[in-house]
C-alpha cells in the first residue's frame, strides 16, 4: 500500500522571539482536500503558526514540507504560488472592489473577466454591482468577503484563514463556511482555518487545539 504524501507536514515547528516563547513545538499534517480548524484561546499562538505557513515568519526550531519537499528548498516565488494568508483584519488595496479581485489575474498576465468577477461577489452573497464600489464604502463584513474572495480567485494548495468571519452575520458566516468546504472539495487545497467560535467549529472536522499553557512552555 502506497502511502498518502501529505500536502502539508508541519514538524516540531515552534517560534520565540527574545526569551518569550509565542508558539511551543507543534507537529501535525494536512492532507489534500482537507478542512481543519485552528482553536485555542489568545496568546496560545494561532496566529505566528500561519504567519509562520506563509512564510512572513521564521520557525526558530522545525520543518516544513509542501508534498514531501522542504519549503526551504522551494524558491520563495514557488511557495507563494501555493499558500494563501487571509488575517482577519483585510487589507485592501487600490480604489475599487474590481482593483482587489482582479490582481490575482493581471499578476498572472491574464485579463479578468468581469462576469467571473461579478459571479464570485454573489457566492457570498455580494451583489454583482458591488464591482466598482469604492473600498472606502465597505462595511468590516464586505471587506472580509472581498479579501477572500481575492484569495480564492485562483485557489491555492494551502488556504489559511484567521478569524475571516469575525464581522459576519450567522448566515454569511454559513455561507463563506460552504463555499470554502466547496472550493476544497473540488480544488487540490487544503484549509487551515483559525476561529474562537465554538459554535462554528462544531461541525465534525478535525480540529487541532492550542493552549495557553503548551505556549508558555
Not at 4 to 20: H, N, T, W
Not at 22 to 41: I, M
Request: one cysteine or more; a neutral charge; aromatic letters at 6%.
Amino acid at each position: 500500500m502506497v502511502m498518502e504524501i501529505p500536502a502539508l507536514a508541519v514538524r516540531d515547528v515552534s517560534y520565540r522571539l527574545a526569551d518569550k516563547v509565542l508558539l511551543a513545538p507543534l507537529s501535525f499534517t494536512l492532507r489534500q482536500h482537507e478542512f481543519v480548524w485552528l482553536t485555542g484561546p489568545s496568546g496560545s499562538g494561532k496566529t505566528t503558526l500561519l504567519k509562520i505557513l506563509a512564510a512572513l515568519l521564521t520557525p526558530t526550531t522545525g520543518t516544513i514540507a509542501f508534498r514531501g519537499e522542504e519549503i526551504t528548498a522551494l524558491k520563495p516565488e514557488t511557495w507563494r504560488q501555493q499558500v494563501s494568508y487571509c488575517c482577519q483584519t483585510p487589507q485592501l488595496f487600490g480604489e475599487s472592489v474590481y482593483d482587489n479581485l482582479a490582481f490575482p489575474w493581471q499578476i498572472r498576465q491574464r485579463r479578468p473577466e468581469k462576469q467571473a468577477l461579478r459571479a464570485s461577489l454573489a457566492q457570498l452573497n455580494l451583489a454583482p454591482s458591488m464591482l466598482e464600489q469604492p473600498i472606502t464604502d465597505l462595511s468590516g463584513g464586505e471587506r472580509q468577503r472581498v479579501a477572500l474572495l481575492r484569495n480564492l480567485q485562483f485557489p491555492p494548495a494551502i488556504l489559511l484563514l484567521d478569524e475571516v468571519t469575525s464581522a459576519l452575520d450567522a448566515e454569511n458566516k454559513a455561507r463563506v463556511k460552504q463555499v470554502i468546504r466547496q472550493t476544497a472539495q473540488q480544488q487540490p487545497m487544503s484549509v487551515l482555518w483559525i476561529s474562537h467560535d465554538p459554535q462554528e467549529t462544531d461541525d465534525g472536522s478535525r480540529v487541532i487545539a492550542l493552549t495557553r499553557m503548551e505556549a508558555a512552555q
